[in-house]
């Protein structure tokens, strides 16, 4: 199969969190679909915020691509990511089980966690084996202005719905947090937010990619990562975990959706 028929998959990548990552769109969109508009995102302002849960692609959409990958692709993940918010997706949870269905690798969806509070995306995520919340403040100032959310989601209301997620949840959830200049300070009050939570990995992220904001250096993250080792965390950073290069089956799909980036 040509690489540009590949509508809803990208990659694969490797992820300095996931290994090989095959990355699979269920938004498939033309341009950003999004309820945030964060200020680090390498993938550029949205034109407009995308905040209604609905159907984008089909599951059999998503079965012809995975059946269609070369033999010799090799993946460790199953990645849910794209070019927006994957929970925007109404039928996220069929989506996953097309994707188990069709392939033997595990499943992880990248969220914002914007919608984490809703019950029947929770029970989506309850269906793949690993699921990266997001978090990169620690009060509701410094969450308006990192991820400039749409109008009506709170920081209040993503970490009540990610703790209640995290009670019912089975899988492996981790927690990732980008830390940007407006952010750094807030280290030891995310550390003790990310202990609440209690989440079998943390993941600290800043921004590599090219990005409208300054990425920290590898020593400030160092001090950022003493933080929350106090708080008793099992923590891995962007700096220190391992970087492979890669040849995506589509090169301008995966620029598309992960960013010209490397890792």
Known sequence: MAAPQFKHIYGPVHSWRMGMSLGIDPLSTNSKYCNFGCSYCQLGMAKEYGVERRVFISP???TDEL???PADCAI???TFSGNGEPTLATNLGDL???AKAARPNKVAVITNASTIMQRDVQSDLCLADLVLLKIDAADEASFQAVNR???GI??????AGIKAFRRMYKGKLALQLMFVGRDQGQAASLARIAREISPDEVQLN????PSPVRALSEAEMAEI???FIAEGLKVISVYEEEKKAYEPLDAGATVKRHGRYNG
Not at 154 to 159: A, C, R, S
Not at 206 to 209: E, I
Request: net charge positive; hydrophobic share 45%; proline share 7%.
């Open 96 to 98: 996953i089980k097309a």
């Open 149 to 151: 959310p749409a109008s």
């Open 67 to 69: 059946n269609a990958l």
């Open 76 to 78: 460790d993940y199953l």
């Open 154 to 159: 709170t920081l209040k209301g993503i970490v």
């Open 206 to 209: 800043t921004p590599l990619r």
């Open 225 to 227: 990562k003493k933080t």
């Open 60 to 62: 059999a959409q998503l």
